[in-house]
């Protein structure tokens, strides 16, 4: 499975992005889907999880009531909707592909090579 993510960029403060990840190779319904993101100088952090189905979704703190994620099978993405963005969410956001719901990076099989996302105050 090849990920690729799309719609990072700089916003301010307050304003919102939605960042997209496309599958190839392989199809993405029979996988759980998360978003990290890892800052300079920190670890990858997880932001978000949908499970193959889209029956379920599970979101770290720092994205509750900000962040919404989902998915189409039918067209092999998963996006990002995020708003009420704040500097300190200024990171790389990568998608990945694993076998179940998970906020445990380990688990996953497939990243994304990263999109950057820069949120200026």
């Known amino acids: 499975v090849w990920l690729v993510e799309s719609g990072g960029g700089l916003v301010q403060a307050g304003g919102s992005l939605r960042l997209s990840c496309a599958a190839s190779g392989r199809t993405l319904s029979r996988y759980a889907m998360g978003w990290f993101r890892q800052a300079p100088g920190k670890e990858r952090e997880f932001i978000a999880a949908?499970?193959?189905?889209?029956?379920?979704?599970y979101y770290a703190d720092t994205a509750k009531g900000r962040f919404t994620i989902s998915r189409d099978n039918a067209k092999n993405t998963v996006s990002l909707q995020m708003n009420s963005l704040k500097p300190e969410d200024t990171a790389v956001y990568y998608c990945a592909a694993g076998p179940r719901l998970s906020d445990n990076s380990g688990i996953y099989d497939y990243w994304g090579q990263g999109t950057q996302v820069t949120v200026s105050s």
């Open positions: 949908i499970s193959w189905g889209a029956g379920s979704t």
